[in-house]
């Protein structure tokens, strides 16, 4: 099975920071790799699939980018509704598989 | 509109079973990989298993040979059929439909506890 590890497990930031979170598969799956943004008590949102698309309606201040094993997701300037739980999840190869999440909190 | 609304959850003993269905609206089951995926209580997202458009069925190793993935094309609804369930099957249980393999429109949830 592939194993995805995002860095860092969590992270404090403020109002117009960027943020930067990365995630590597311990195999290479090539930009089958999404990223999720999830909520407390809520279903998790696609942001970027494919590495790099950015999924309709997801703010441009979003980006994705890597190949191979690495991968990142960046945030260009942090706004207050992007406080939340980020998922990468490769769909390279069954099972696919989430990391284990990072959590973007306010400093 | 599209949407997918789960049900089915509640509260189960050790060693029983449980369905859960996954009503959808605004596209074709049968025409788009659809997805399991669940969430332990404070935990992470798991994925459980995938149904492909063929009818092709695909499953976690947590979940192998115990929960079983189908759909009715007639009724437009996604199932996850759970047997031999255990306390680590606690969590809130998401379908999601795929696009480009990624998981793009997901249902509210529905929590399924295990206990005695």
């Known amino acids: 099975d592939i194993q995805m590890t995002q860095s860092p497990s969590s992270l404090s930031a403020s109002v117009g920071d960027r943020v930067t979170i990365t995630c590597r598969a311990s195999q290479i799956i090539r930009r089958f790799l999404n990223w999720y943004q999830q909520k407390p008590g809520k279903a998790p949102k696609l942001l970027i699939y494919?590495?790099?698309s950015l999924q309709g309606g997801v703010p441009s201040r979003f980006s994705g980018s890597g190949s191979g094993t690495d991968f990142t997701l960046t945030i260009s300037s942090l706004q207050p509704d992007d406080f939340a739980t980020y998922y990468c999840q490769q769909s390279h190869s069954t099972p696919w598989t989430f990391g284990q999440g990072t959590k973007v909190e306010i400093k | 509109e599209v949407q997918l609304v789960e049900s089915g959850g509640g509260l189960v003993q050790p060693g029983g079973s449980l369905r859960l269905s996954c009503a959808v609206s605004?596209?074709?089951?049968?025409?788009?990989?659809m997805t399991w995926v669940r969430q332990a209580p404070g935990k992470g997202l798991e994925w459980l298993s995938v149904?492909?458009?063929?009818?092709?069925?695909y499953y976690a190793d947590s979940v192998k040979g115990r929960f079983t993935t189908s759909r009715d094309n007639s009724r437009n609804t996604l199932y996850l059929q759970m047997d031999s369930l255990r306390a680590e099957d606690t969590a809130v249980y998401y379908c999601?439909?795929?696009?480009?393999?990624?998981?793009?429109?997901w249902g509210q949830g529905t929590m399924v506890t295990v206990s005695s």
């Open positions: 149904i492909y458009g063929d009818g092709n069925t």
């Open positions: 494919a590495t790099s």
């Open positions: 605004g596209f074709t089951v049968s025409s788009n990989y």
């Open positions: 999601a439909k795929c696009l480009s393999y990624a998981f793009d429109i």
